[in-house]
Protein backbone atom coordinates (compact mmCIF):
# COMPACT_ATOMS: atom_id res chain seq x y z
CA UNK A 1 0.00 0.00 0.00
CA UNK A 2 1.51 3.16 -1.27
CA UNK A 3 -0.56 5.41 0.95
CA UNK A 4 -2.29 7.29 -1.76
CA UNK A 5 -6.18 5.90 -2.45
CA UNK A 6 -7.83 6.30 -4.97
CA UNK A 7 -11.32 5.10 -5.63
CA UNK A 8 -13.11 3.72 -7.62
CA UNK A 9 -10.58 1.05 -9.19
CA UNK A 10 -12.83 0.34 -11.95
CA UNK A 11 -15.33 2.40 -13.92
CA UNK A 12 -17.55 1.19 -16.98
CA UNK A 13 -20.01 4.75 -18.04
CA UNK A 14 -21.28 5.59 -21.03
CA UNK A 15 -19.33 7.79 -24.21
CA UNK A 16 -21.76 11.40 -23.02
CA UNK A 17 -21.40 10.94 -19.47
CA UNK A 18 -19.49 11.97 -16.19
CA UNK A 19 -17.08 10.59 -13.75
CA UNK A 20 -15.74 11.75 -10.66
CA UNK A 21 -12.40 10.02 -10.06
CA UNK A 22 -10.95 10.69 -6.39
CA UNK A 23 -7.59 10.87 -5.12
CA UNK A 24 -6.73 10.44 -1.02
CA UNK A 25 -2.98 11.80 -0.90
CA UNK A 26 -0.37 9.98 1.79
CA UNK A 27 -0.73 11.32 5.19
CA UNK A 28 1.62 14.47 5.43
CA UNK A 29 1.86 14.93 1.36
CA UNK A 30 0.21 18.79 -0.11
CA UNK A 31 1.00 17.83 -3.54
CA UNK A 32 -1.70 15.63 -6.32
CA UNK A 33 -0.56 15.46 -9.47
CA UNK A 34 -2.96 13.44 -12.59
CA UNK A 35 -1.91 11.35 -15.07
CA UNK A 36 -3.24 9.64 -17.88
CA UNK A 37 -2.12 6.39 -18.92
CA UNK A 38 -3.56 5.14 -22.41
CA UNK A 39 -2.96 1.28 -23.74
CA UNK A 40 0.83 0.62 -24.15
CA UNK A 41 1.40 4.50 -23.82
CA UNK A 42 2.92 6.03 -21.12
CA UNK A 43 2.61 8.56 -18.47
CA UNK A 44 1.01 12.09 -19.53
CA UNK A 45 0.34 14.52 -16.96
CA UNK A 46 -2.79 16.23 -16.53
CA UNK A 47 -2.50 19.08 -13.92
CA UNK A 48 -1.30 19.56 -10.27
CA UNK A 49 -2.53 20.92 -6.86
CA UNK A 50 -0.50 21.82 -3.86
CA UNK A 51 -2.85 22.98 -0.90
CA UNK A 52 -5.65 23.13 -2.20
CA UNK A 53 -4.36 25.78 -5.33
CA UNK A 54 -3.86 24.73 -9.00
CA UNK A 55 -0.30 24.52 -9.09
CA UNK A 56 1.08 22.89 -13.22
CA UNK A 57 -1.40 22.09 -16.19
CA UNK A 58 0.10 19.77 -18.34
CA UNK A 59 -2.22 18.40 -21.32
CA UNK A 60 -5.36 18.23 -19.60
CA UNK A 61 -8.68 18.36 -22.10
CA UNK A 62 -10.96 21.23 -21.63
CA UNK A 63 -13.51 18.47 -20.78
CA UNK A 64 -11.34 17.42 -17.44
CA UNK A 65 -11.18 19.68 -14.56
CA UNK A 66 -10.01 19.22 -11.05
CA UNK A 67 -9.80 20.19 -7.57
CA UNK A 68 -7.99 20.00 -4.17
CA UNK A 69 -9.85 20.18 -0.99
CA UNK A 70 -9.02 21.70 2.18
CA UNK A 71 -8.86 18.07 3.74
CA UNK A 72 -6.23 17.60 0.72
CA UNK A 73 -8.38 14.90 -0.90
CA UNK A 74 -8.78 15.50 -5.16
CA UNK A 75 -10.68 14.70 -7.13
CA UNK A 76 -10.50 14.88 -11.26
CA UNK A 77 -13.75 15.03 -13.21
CA UNK A 78 -14.40 14.07 -16.38
CA UNK A 79 -17.48 15.17 -18.55
CA UNK A 80 -18.71 14.57 -22.32
CA UNK A 81 -16.90 11.31 -22.21
CA UNK A 82 -15.42 9.89 -25.59
CA UNK A 83 -14.42 6.24 -26.27
CA UNK A 84 -10.74 7.92 -26.55
CA UNK A 85 -11.00 8.71 -22.63
CA UNK A 86 -10.99 5.17 -21.88
CA UNK A 87 -7.22 5.03 -19.67
CA UNK A 88 -6.07 4.66 -16.39
CA UNK A 89 -6.02 7.26 -14.03
CA UNK A 90 -3.52 7.72 -11.86
CA UNK A 91 -3.00 10.35 -8.71
CA UNK A 92 0.80 10.75 -7.25
CA UNK A 93 1.32 12.91 -4.04
CA UNK A 94 3.90 14.67 -2.48
CA UNK A 95 5.06 16.19 0.51
CA UNK A 96 6.09 19.58 -1.37
CA UNK A 97 5.09 21.64 -5.26
CA UNK A 98 8.40 19.70 -6.43
CA UNK A 99 8.00 16.49 -5.69
CA UNK A 100 11.38 16.81 -4.84
CA UNK A 101 13.16 15.64 -1.72
CA UNK A 102 13.25 11.71 -0.33
CA UNK A 103 10.23 10.07 -1.56
CA UNK A 104 9.59 12.27 -4.88
CA UNK A 105 6.26 10.74 -6.16
CA UNK A 106 4.08 8.35 -4.67
CA UNK A 107 1.41 6.89 -7.36
CA UNK A 108 -1.87 5.13 -6.25
CA UNK A 109 -2.92 2.19 -7.80
CA UNK A 110 -4.97 4.23 -10.57
CA UNK A 111 -8.71 3.72 -11.63
CA UNK A 112 -9.32 2.15 -14.84
CA UNK A 113 -11.79 4.20 -17.22
CA UNK A 114 -13.57 2.47 -19.75
CA UNK A 115 -16.21 4.28 -22.09
CA UNK A 116 -18.37 2.10 -24.01
CA UNK B 1 9.31 21.61 -22.86
CA UNK B 2 11.55 18.45 -21.95
CA UNK B 3 11.23 15.06 -24.37
CA UNK B 4 11.57 11.96 -22.67
CA UNK B 5 12.80 8.90 -25.17
CA UNK B 6 13.02 5.55 -24.02
CA UNK B 7 14.61 2.47 -25.63
CA UNK B 8 14.13 -0.79 -26.02
CA UNK B 9 9.64 -0.57 -25.38
CA UNK B 10 10.40 -4.29 -24.63
CA UNK B 11 13.19 -6.20 -23.32
CA UNK B 12 13.33 -10.03 -22.68
CA UNK B 13 15.99 -11.44 -21.00
CA UNK B 14 17.36 -14.66 -18.92
CA UNK B 15 17.27 -14.69 -14.93
CA UNK B 16 20.70 -14.33 -13.79
CA UNK B 17 21.35 -11.61 -17.11
CA UNK B 18 21.47 -8.17 -16.74
CA UNK B 19 18.96 -5.67 -18.29
CA UNK B 20 20.10 -2.22 -19.63
CA UNK B 21 16.75 0.37 -19.93
CA UNK B 22 18.05 4.03 -22.25
CA UNK B 23 16.32 7.57 -22.28
CA UNK B 24 17.17 10.26 -23.03
CA UNK B 25 16.26 13.74 -22.81
CA UNK B 26 16.07 17.06 -24.70
CA UNK B 27 16.15 20.05 -21.57
CA UNK B 28 19.95 20.79 -20.84
CA UNK B 29 17.78 21.92 -17.11
CA UNK B 30 16.72 19.09 -16.70
CA UNK B 31 18.48 17.55 -13.22
CA UNK B 32 16.76 15.27 -11.63
CA UNK B 33 15.89 11.69 -13.28
CA UNK B 34 13.74 9.48 -10.90
CA UNK B 35 13.10 5.82 -12.35
CA UNK B 36 9.63 4.08 -11.88
CA UNK B 37 8.47 -0.13 -11.79
CA UNK B 38 5.02 -0.61 -12.71
CA UNK B 39 3.78 -4.39 -12.32
CA UNK B 40 0.49 -5.49 -13.42
CA UNK B 41 -2.39 -3.66 -11.50
CA UNK B 42 -0.28 -1.40 -9.74
CA UNK B 43 0.46 2.14 -10.14
CA UNK B 44 4.02 2.89 -10.46
CA UNK B 45 7.11 3.09 -7.84
CA UNK B 46 9.99 5.33 -7.03
CA UNK B 47 12.67 2.63 -7.33
CA UNK B 48 15.99 5.03 -7.85
CA UNK B 49 16.38 8.70 -8.67
CA UNK B 50 20.06 10.59 -9.64
CA UNK B 51 20.52 14.23 -9.66
CA UNK B 52 23.11 15.83 -11.82
CA UNK B 53 25.57 16.27 -9.66
CA UNK B 54 26.61 12.46 -9.90
CA UNK B 55 27.22 10.09 -12.54
CA UNK B 56 25.91 7.13 -11.47
CA UNK B 57 23.85 5.52 -7.88
CA UNK B 58 23.90 2.21 -6.72
CA UNK B 59 21.36 0.27 -4.63
CA UNK B 60 21.66 -3.56 -4.84
CA UNK B 61 21.03 -4.67 -7.82
CA UNK B 62 19.93 -1.59 -9.50
CA UNK B 63 22.29 1.66 -10.81
CA UNK B 64 21.54 4.27 -12.81
CA UNK B 65 23.91 6.20 -14.67
CA UNK B 66 23.53 9.52 -16.15
CA UNK B 67 25.85 11.48 -18.96
CA UNK B 68 24.33 14.95 -18.78
CA UNK B 69 26.64 15.79 -21.63
CA UNK B 70 25.01 13.45 -24.00
CA UNK B 71 21.81 14.10 -22.29
CA UNK B 72 21.13 10.39 -21.88
CA UNK B 73 20.56 7.99 -18.31
CA UNK B 74 20.14 4.36 -18.14
CA UNK B 75 18.93 1.89 -15.64
CA UNK B 76 20.64 -1.06 -15.00
CA UNK B 77 19.42 -3.78 -13.25
CA UNK B 78 21.91 -6.99 -12.82
CA UNK B 79 21.18 -10.54 -11.60
CA UNK B 80 17.81 -10.36 -12.82
CA UNK B 81 15.09 -12.30 -11.53
CA UNK B 82 11.42 -13.25 -12.34
CA UNK B 83 10.29 -10.56 -9.94
CA UNK B 84 11.72 -7.93 -11.86
CA UNK B 85 9.27 -8.41 -14.43
CA UNK B 86 7.19 -5.19 -15.19
CA UNK B 87 7.31 -1.82 -16.94
CA UNK B 88 10.17 0.68 -16.41
CA UNK B 89 9.86 4.14 -16.55
CA UNK B 90 12.11 6.96 -16.92
CA UNK B 91 11.73 10.37 -15.75
CA UNK B 92 12.99 13.77 -16.20
CA UNK B 93 12.71 17.49 -14.52
CA UNK B 94 14.23 20.10 -13.26
CA UNK B 95 14.93 19.54 -9.55
CA UNK B 96 12.03 22.24 -8.66
CA UNK B 97 10.00 22.28 -11.55
CA UNK B 98 6.57 20.50 -11.32
CA UNK B 99 6.64 19.77 -14.95
CA UNK B 100 8.01 15.22 -14.63
CA UNK B 101 8.13 14.14 -18.11
CA UNK B 102 8.25 10.25 -18.37
CA UNK B 103 9.05 7.98 -21.06
CA UNK B 104 7.13 5.81 -22.98
CA UNK B 105 8.22 3.03 -20.88
CA UNK B 106 10.07 -0.12 -21.26
CA UNK B 107 8.20 -4.06 -20.50
CA UNK B 108 11.04 -6.09 -19.25
CA UNK B 109 9.95 -9.93 -19.06
CA UNK B 110 12.35 -11.87 -16.96
CA UNK B 111 12.52 -15.76 -18.13
CA UNK B 112 13.26 -18.38 -15.25
Known amino acids: DSGVTQTPKHLITATGQRVTLRCSPR?????VYWYQQSLDQGLQFLIQ???????AKGNILERFSAQQFPDLHSELNLSSLELGDSALYFC???????????????FGSGTRLTVV | GENVEQHPSTLSVQEGDSAVIKCTYSDSASNYFPWYKQELGKGPQLIID?????GEKKDQRIAVTLNKTAKHFSLHITETQPEDSAVYFC???????????FGAGTRLTVKP
Open chain 1, 27 to 31: SGDLS
Open chain 1, 49 to 55: YYNGEER
Open chain 2, 50 to 54: IRSNV
Open chain 1, 92 to 106: ASSVNPAGTGDHGYT
Open chain 2, 91 to 101: AARQYNNNDMR
